[in-house]
């Protein structure tokens, strides 16, 4: 059973900059697509980036490009998201998500609904 779990989370300033981390074991990572999604207090649950595990294909949300980036590790079997110039409005619980499309690309794959494997999460909050 695939297993995600998140870490990196914390208080910061904005401005600032953190990097999430997110472990994934139990299964062949190869095969899946993999994101990160945040939900604020009050607010849904939304994509933020996504990557497709066999060969980086990319897509990120319009409000973190530039800003936001994210990553792999094959040896480490884990994902990043390198976040900098952190803003107050980015203040929210960072999900890691996986689900086994190997042919589908993270354009096309950014509901909540599409992954079946999410992290415990980890809180992100950036004060002004």
């Known amino acids: 059973q695939v297993q995600l779990v998140e870490s990196g989370g914390g208080l910061v300033q904005a401005g600032a900059s953190l990097r999430l981390s997110c472990a994934f074991s139990?299964?062949?990572?190869?095969?899946?697509?993999m994101a990160w999604f945040r939900q604020a207090p009050g607010k849904e649950r939304e994509f933020v980036a996504g990557i497709r595990w066999r060969d980086d294909m990319i897509n990120y949300a319009d409000f973190v490009k530039g800003r936001f980036t994210i990553s792999k590790d094959n040896v480490k079997n884990a994902i990043y998201l390198q976040m900098n110039s952190l803003k107050p409005e980015d203040t929210a619980v960072y999900y890691c998500?996986?689900?086994?499309?190997?042919?589908?690309?993270?354009?096309?794959?950014?509901?909540?609904?599409?992954?079946?494997?999410y992290g415990q999460g980890t809180q992100v909050t950036v004060s002004s």
């Open positions: 139990g299964g062949d990572a190869s095969t899946y697509i």
């Open positions: 998500a996986g689900d086994r499309a190997y042919y589908v690309g993270p354009d096309l794959y950014r509901g909540v609904r599409d992954y079946d494997v």
